[in-house]
């Protein structure tokens, strides 16, 4: 079946550090790949996608590769800031199907 | 695009009083999830659908919740009787049934006292 499993938390980082969360699905076929972000009282917002093998999404500095090989899809930024704190959800999906969610990583960003 | 609308953003109720949570998705959009968010199950989909009919309500917790979905232009997630551990954040979201992405409504924060 299709599941997504994702690096524990709490994370909790200085200003400027590298940010690496882990992700790693399995799935029948080839879904497409997201991270989205969750502020503090607020719904998840996408923050980025992609949708077949080696496509890299992006935006506003995070970072993640799809690796079929691996079947990981890892986020990345190299200096994070405190407006990124926030809970980061790994999730797949198939067109028409249900989406497969991690279970969220905690980021806390120290001044 | 206004995106996602959830009504209310807060219900306090009592316990064994009937609650009914709200969603407009996005124009245009056929297939919509409601989910529920708790610190100790975290994120979990109780039930979508395409094109307004019910594909998969296996998350749905018990007899005492039904979903509606009448129009493509709205959803309800009712509760009845509601119980204490029913309070949760819960979050609408609606896609393109020919995308992957789907997009997430504010959510409405439910306490059953």
């Known amino acids: 079946g299709n599941s997504v499993t994702q690096m524990e938390g709490p994370v909790t980082l200085s200003e400027e550090a590298f940010l690496t969360i882990n992700c790693t699905y399995t799935a029948t076929g080839y879904p497409s790949l997201f991270w989205y972000v969750q502020y503090p009282g607020e719904g998840l917002q996408l923050l980025l996608k992609a949708t077949k093998a080696d496509d890299k999404g992006s935006n506003k500095g995070f970072e993640a590769t799809y690796r079929k090989e691996t079947t990981s899809f890892h986020l990345e930024k190299g200096s994070v800031q405190v407006s990124d704190s926030a809970v980061y959800f790994c999730?797949?999906?198939?067109?028409?199907?249900?989406?497969?969610f991690g279970t969220g990583t905690s980021l806390t960003v120290i001044p | 695009d206004a995106g996602v609308i959830q009504s209310p953003r807060h219900e306090v109720t009592e316990m064994g009083q009937e609650v009914t949570l709200r969603c407009k998705p996005i124009?245009?959009?056929?297939?919509l999830f409601w989910y529920r968010q708790t610190m100790m199950r975290g994120l979990e989909l109780l039930i979508y659908?395409?094109?307004?009919?019910?594909?998969?309500d296996s998350g749905m917790p018990e007899d005492r919740f039904s979903a509606k979905m009448p129009n493509a232009s709205f959803s309800t997630l009712k509760i009845q009787p509601s119980e204490p551990r029913d309070s949760a954040v819960y979050f609408c979201?609606?896609?393109?049934?020919?995308?992957?992405?789907?997009?997430f409504g504010q959510g409405t924060r439910l306490t059953v006292v």
């Open positions: 124009s245009g959009h056929n297939s």
């Open positions: 979201a609606s896609r393109r049934q020919d995308t992957t992405e789907a997009f």
């Open positions: 659908f395409n094109n307004n009919v019910p594909i998969d």
């Open positions: 999730a797949s999906a198939n067109t028409g199907n249900q989406f497969y």
